[in-house]
């Protein structure tokens, strides 16, 4: 069974940062594109950032560029997104995806990946 495990969550002030983790079981990703989105309460589901298989391109949010960093450990099956400068609108639940087609460019739309982790809550206080 495909999962996907986002952890890193948690309660920070404006400012501060996070750094969130998703591991990937039950098959490897290591040829595959991952992405993290984000969700806040009533509104839909948005792209925040990805990598390609080999890690080379990263795609960045305009909202989160220069404050967000895409990385990921193909030997761990992990990707991460260290949060930097984070903002009160920065609060929503994050989650990861996984793309399936080996080797694709990194996409933006959440139709494009297969695979989604549960979300781990990220709060920003002022």
């Known amino acids: 069974q495909v999962q996907l495990v986002e952890s890193g969550g948690g309660l920070v002030q404006a400012g501060g940062s996070l750094r969130l983790s998703c591991a990937a079981s039950g098959r490897t990703f290591s040829s595959n594109a991952m992405g993290w989105f984000r969700q806040a309460p009533g509104k839909e589901r948005e792209f925040v950032a990805a990598?390609?298989?080999?890690?080379?391109?990263?795609y960045y949010a305009d909202s989160v560029k220069g404050r967000f960093t895409i990385s990921r450990d193909n030997a761990k099956n992990t990707v991460y997104l260290q949060m930097n400068s984070l903002k009160t609108e920065d609060t929503a639940v994050y989650y990861c995806?996984?793309?399936?087609?080996?080797?694709?460019?990194?996409?933006?739309?959440?139709?494009?990946?297969?695979?989604w982790g549960q979300g781990t809550q990220v709060t920003v206080s002022s």
């Open positions: 990598i390609s298989w080999n890690g080379i391109s990263t």
């Open positions: 995806a996984a793309d399936t087609i080996p080797f694709h460019s990194v996409k933006t739309g959440t139709h494009e990946y297969a695979y």
